[in-house]
């Protein structure tokens, strides 16, 4: 399957799908994903530079009157904005007797703690010292450089992503019993998403993978997203891992090129159990260069639950799956 060039696009990007088979019958994949490719393309984005920084959440979800918080690797970290609309960032413990600031208000740009008043204007105070923090417009990241242990870098590695005004952008949050590496493991295995996920892909071919000619270190993937019965929307689309907890899905022809799907793990600690505990935060943004997509643009607000759904189903299976190796890994049980 080859998407259509876009020159000969119709109207519409759907394409009736022919000669379907059943899902049992399709071409296995097994032997193409091979474990030796998957774990090579781990390590050389685990080498890759982050410069510490992480994942918070949705700037969407950076409110006014309160903090976006998060738990990365054990420490309390929060967010908000000051008076002049500046990011802030620091610890989420309070310098005084420890309250949690992520349930503390933001008052004129002041986060004030709510046990004794104290109040934090991201200045250095008694202890409390402010963090390194970047919107990028989408996400929200802090800098973590005693947890990441990396040569420090300006800004976070983000991915090239459609100019705001042509996209529709959705933020999903899902938290699994695993490693950083298991969720980037899982990405780089794109040879699973017609068996695992049938509901939303079919007819997946990888046309090219790390190791073989011309394909540099990418997984290029043709595959067929399901709209309903046989409608479907083919694409062509690559997989890239530009820092150890990221992986990035560009659509490079068919339906919606440019857009992107950017997948971050970001740890978050133990549970009670002491098993390792990390969240995905998964970025679509969405762009079309059909003159219908204004009027997806002007319908964003109630696109963006259905997009949340969509992905939240994806992940139910996906952090299944993490969960899955990290369990077999611990154990000394993964195959390989």
């Known amino acids: 399957m080859k998407p259509e060039p876009s020159a000969r696009r119709s109207r519409l990007p759907l394409s009736l799908r022919r000669g379907a088979v059943?899902?049992?019958?399709?071409?296995?994949?097994?032997?193409?994903?091979?474990?030796?490719?998957?774990?090579e393309?781990?390590?050389?984005?685990?080498?890759?530079?982050?410069?510490?920084?992480?994942v918070v959440g949705a700037s969407a979800a950076l409110r006014g009157d309160r903090p976006l918080a998060r738990t990365i690797a054990g420490r309390e970290v929060v967010v908000w904005r000051g008076a002049d609309g500046r990011l802030l960032a620091g610890p989420g413990v309070c310098p005084h007797l420890g309250a949690p600031l992520a349930d503390s208000?933001?008052?004129?740009?002041?986060l004030v703690c709510h046990w004794h008043g104290l109040t934090l204007d991201g200045a250095p105070f008694g202890g409390w010292d402010p963090l390194p923090a970047f919107d990028d417009g989408v996400l929200v990241w802090v800098r973590l450089d005693e947890v990441g242990g990396e040569e420090p870098l300006d800004a976070?590695?983000?991915?090239?992503?459609?100019?705001?005004?042509?996209?529709?952008t959705a933020v999903y949050e899902g938290t699994g019993v695993c490693e950083p590496e298991d969720v980037v493991a899982n990405r780089l295995d794109p040879w699973h998403g017609a068996w695992f996920h049938p509901y939303s892909f079919v007819d997946l071919t990888?046309?090219?993978?790390?190791?073989?000619?011309?394909?540099?270190?990418?997984?290029?993937?043709?595959?067929?997203?399901?709209?309903?019965?046989?409608?479907?929307?083919?694409?062509?689309?690559v997989f890239t891992a530009p820092e150890p907890r990221t992986v990035v899905m560009h659509?490079?022809?068919?339906?919606?090129?440019g857009s992107v799907v950017e997948t971050h793990a970001t740890p978050l600690g133990p549970d009670e159990r002491g098993r390792p505990r990390?969240?995905?935060?998964?970025?679509?943004?969405?762009?079309s260069d059909r003159p219908g997509f204004g009027f997806v643009r002007r319908a964003a607000p109630l696109l963006r639950?259905?997009?949340?759904?969509?992905?939240?189903?994806?992940?139910?299976?996906?952090?299944?799956y993490a969960e899955r190796r990290w369990q077999l890994r611990s154990t000394g049980r993964f195959p390989g």
């Open 156 to 168: 976070p590695v983000v991915p090239v992503r459609p100019h705001p005004a042509r996209g529709v």
């Open 22 to 39: 059943p899902w049992d019958r399709q071409r296995p994949t097994w032997r193409d994903a091979r474990p030796g490719v998957i774990a």
């Open 278 to 287: 990390t969240a995905v935060t998964e970025a679509v943004v969405a762009a």
């Open 41 to 54: 393309a781990l390590k050389r984005a685990q080498a890759r530079p982050s410069g510490n920084w992480y």
């Open 251 to 257: 659509i490079t022809e068919g339906e919606g090129v």
């Open 206 to 237: 990888v046309v090219g993978s790390p190791g073989e000619p011309d394909a540099d270190d990418r997984f290029t993937v043709d595959v067929s997203f399901k709209v309903a019965g046989r409608l479907v929307v083919p694409v062509r689309a």
């Open 305 to 320: 639950p259905a997009m949340r759904v969509a992905a939240a189903r994806l992940w139910r299976d996906d952090l299944a």
């Open 105 to 110: 208000p933001v008052r004129c740009g002041t």
